[in-house]
């Protein structure tokens, strides 16, 4: 019923840029959070970056703060990651999540969404 598209992972050589995308769609109300998360293998799935319908500011992660930033608009139920700087240890999956609110035969509910994965390799 909800589906998150990304695009925009690659190769890239340390120093470089990449920017990612993330469209939600389907049956939808409303959005409270959208955000990236990664996963580098062998370790756990960590927040990248949020942003929310009620803060004006988004949330960092302290590795990333001063190269990621986080745009997008959550009414319009996108949201973008440009990523400067690249670091091989940046280099992971790198997932879409919202956290969406939809009726659906007259039911409410509120759940995290989650894009297939998007791959972002940093060469040394």
């Known amino acids: 019923q909800v589906q998150l598209v990304e695009s925009g992972g690659g190769l890239v050589q340390a120093g470089g840029s990449l920017r990612l995308s993330c469209i939600a769609s389907?049956?939808?109300?409303?959005?409270?959070?959208m955000g990236w998360y990664r996963q580098a293998p062998g370790k756990q799935r960590e927040m990248v970056a949020v942003?929310?319908?009620?803060?004006?500011?988004?949330n960092y992660a302290d590795s990333v703060k001063g190269r990621f930033t986080i745009s997008g608009d959550i009414g319009k139920k996108s949201v973008y990651l440009q990523m400067n700087s690249l670091k091989p240890e940046d280099t992971a999956v790198y997932f879409c999540?919202?956290?969406?609110?939809?009726?659906?035969?007259?039911?409410?509910?509120?759940?995290?969404?989650w894009g297939q994965g998007t791959q972002v390799t940093v060469s040394s």
């Open positions: 942003i929310t319908s009620a803060a004006n500011t988004p």
């Open positions: 389907g049956r939808i109300f409303s959005v409270n959070n």
């Open positions: 999540n919202a956290n969406i609110r939809t009726i659906i035969q007259a039911r409410w509910d509120t759940a995290d969404y």
